[in-house]
Nanobody, 124 residues
Framework: QVQLVESGGGLVQAGGSLRLSCAASGRTFSSYAMGWFRQAPGKEREFVAAFSWSGGNTYYRDSVKGRFTISRDNAKNTVYLQMNSLKPEDTAVYYC?????????????????WGQGTQVTVSS
């Protein structure tokens, strides 16, 4: 079992920044590949960013490339999502998730554990 707890969400003006954190506990954190997803009201959950299974590569949805950065600190059992130049369309509940094995990083069906989510609201 892996427990994931997100934090760092909030209300920010367009153009601002937030850093989300996801603290993990339970089984060995470094054994899992981590990802971030988001879900806006009335929309399906969508992929935002993820590490490859090896941890050597990172992936982003096109709309956040150059603005968001995923990182992890295995010593702290924490994964981060640095979000810069935020836009109103980034408003959503953000979830971190953990997957075991080399399954596809971009679909939520590949992930075994999920956090409870943290709200990000970007005002125009």
């Amino acid at each position: 079992q892996v427990q994931l707890v997100e934090s760092g969400g909030g209300l920010v003006q367009a153009g601002g920044s937030l850093r989300l954190s996801c603290a993990a506990s339970g089984r060995t954190f470094s054994s899992y590949a981590m990802g971030w997803f988001r879900q806006a009201p009335g929309k399906e959950r969508e992929f935002v960013a993820a590490f490859s299974w090896s941890g050597g590569n990172t992936y982003y949805r096109d709309s956040v490339k150059g603005r968001f950065t995923i990182s992890r600190d295995n010593a702290k059992n924490t994964v981060y999502l640095q979000m810069n130049s935020l836009k109103p369309e980034d408003t959503a509940v953000y979830y971190c998730a953990a997957r075991f094995g080399g399954r596809a990083y971009y679909t939520d069906r590949s992930y075994d554990y999920w956090g409870q989510g943290t709200q990000v609201t970007v005002s125009s």
